[in-house]
């Protein structure tokens, strides 16, 4: 919900069920009339997840993109919004070990100072972001040694005495595919 009792809602949209998706914004008021939607992107099969309110009363959202070229072409993707919904910056996220066919970007909350953290990947990353979208600093959430499972950030919570809690799940990686069960 925005501060105004209104809504945000994030997602995807295609023009038909010939096209690729693409993302998608819609801001409702409080009765549940739009007040604008836009759709953004257009280059591959593309979804936001989340979306939030910012401090300056634009919006930002979390989601995917895939480029439709390869097993590695999902990548965590980050817009930010004004308060109409035109872009002010958006930008592409990727760890050169993802190796999940699978995109798990999750969350995007508004950090105490005034910035952005963004939760994805498989394995998990957690960026900081600032409102211009900069990167402050990445951290990657480490998988067992020597391989083992990987771990998915699906919310973020700041923690009281500063930093992040992450809450997720963790993902069995086994050699069967394409042949499953192993």
């Given at each position: 919900?925005?501060?105004?009792?209104?809504?945000?809602?994030?997602?995807?949209?295609?023009?038909?069920?010939?096209?690729?998706?693409?993302?998608?914004?819609?801001?409702?008021?409080a009765?549940?009339?739009?007040?604008?939607?836009?759709?953004?992107g257009?280059?591959?099969?593309?979804?936001?997840?989340?979306?939030?309110?910012?401090?300056?009363?634009?919006?930002?959202?979390?989601?995917?993109?895939?480029?439709?070229?390869?097993?590695?072409?999902?990548?965590?993707?980050?817009?930010?919004?004004?308060?109409?919904?035109?872009?002010?910056?958006?930008?592409?996220?990727?760890?050169?070990?993802?190796?999940?066919?699978?995109?798990?970007?999750?969350?995007?909350?508004?950090?105490?100072?005034?910035?952005?953290?963004?939760?994805?990947?498989?394995?998990?990353?957690?960026?900081?972001?600032?409102?211009q979208?900069?990167?402050?600093?990445?951290?990657?959430?480490?998988?067992?040694?020597?391989?083992?499972?990987?771990?998915?950030?699906?919310?973020?919570?700041?923690?009281?005495?500063?930093g992040?809690?992450?809450?997720?799940?963790?993902?069995?990686?086994?050699?069967?595919?394409?042949?499953?069960?192993?």
């Open positions: 919900q925005t501060r105004d009792g209104g809504f945000i809602l994030a997602g995807q949209w295609a023009a038909s069920s010939n096209d690729p998706f693409v993302l998608f914004l819609m801001k409702l008021d009765s549940g009339g739009v007040q604008w939607q836009h759709a953004y257009g280059g591959g099969q593309e979804t936001l997840t989340r979306a939030i309110e910012t401090p300056d009363g634009g919006f930002a959202a979390a989601g995917w993109y895939w480029g439709g070229d390869a097993a590695h072409s999902f990548v965590e993707y980050l817009i930010k919004v004004d308060s109409s919904g035109q872009i002010l910056w958006q930008k592409l996220f990727q760890d050169p070990n993802d190796y999940s066919p699978d995109p798990t970007v999750s969350d995007v909350i508004n950090a105490p100072d005034g910035n952005l953290v963004f939760a994805g990947g498989n394995p998990a990353m957690v960026w900081k972001l600032d409102q979208g900069n990167v402050l600093w990445v951290q990657r959430v480490p998988t067992q040694p020597g391989g083992g499972n990987s771990y998915a950030v699906l919310a973020l919570l700041p923690a009281p005495e500063g992040y809690y992450g809450v997720g799940q963790e993902h069995l990686i086994t050699n069967c595919y394409p042949n499953p069960p192993c």
